[in-house]
Nanobody, 120 residues
Framework: VQLQASGGGLAQAGGSLRLSCAAS????????MRWYRQTPGKQRELVAG???????NYADSVKGRFTISRDNAKNTVYLQMSGLKPEDTAVYYC???????????????WGQGTLVTVSS
C-alpha cells in the first residue's frame, strides 16, 4: 500500500494550490484521511481531516481558506488551498488509515511530503 501525494509548488500570497493524495495497492478499506504540514524545527501539525463518512475538521489557521475532500472511488483525498499566506509554506503530508487485505484493523500510512511555498 502506498500513498502518493502531488500538487505542491510555488504560489503567490492570495493564490491557490490543490494537493492530491492517492492510495494504491491492495487493501480492504480506507478510514480517516488527513493532511498535515511541517516546517523546519516545528512539529507536524494537522491541517484538515475527513472521515470515511464525510465528517470534516480543520485547523483554526486554515478554516475558511482550505477545503478537504475525498473521492472514495479513486481512493484519493484532496486539499484545495485558497487565500494562501506565506505562513502556509511547509511540507504537506497526507495520511490515511488503511485496512490491509489480511486484517480488519486499520493502520496508519503516510505519503511522501510535497513542498508548498507561498511568496509574499
Amino acid at each position: 500500500v502506498q500513498l502518493q501525494a502531488s500538487g505542491g509548488g510555488l504560489a503567490q500570497a492570495g493564490g491557490s494550490l490543490r494537493l492530491s493524495c492517492a492510495a494504491s495497492g491492495s487493501f480492504r478499506s480506507i478510514g480517516d484521511m488527513r493532511w498535515y504540514r511541517q516546517t523546519p524545527g516545528k512539529q507536524r501539525e494537522l491541517v484538515a481531516g475527513i472521515t470515511s463518512g464525510g465528517s470534516i475538521n480543520y485547523a483554526d489557521s486554515v478554516k475558511g481558506r482550505f477545503t478537504i475532500s475525498r473521492d472514495n472511488a479513486k481512493n484519493t483525498v484532496y486539499l484545495q488551498m485558497s487565500g494562501l499566506k506565506p505562513e502556509d509554506t511547509a511540507v504537506y503530508y497526507c495520511y490515511a488509515d488503511i485496512s490491509p487485505l489480511y486484517s480488519g484493523s486499520h493502520y496508519p500510512y503516510w505519503g511522501q511530503g510535497t513542498l508548498v511555498t507561498v511568496s509574499s
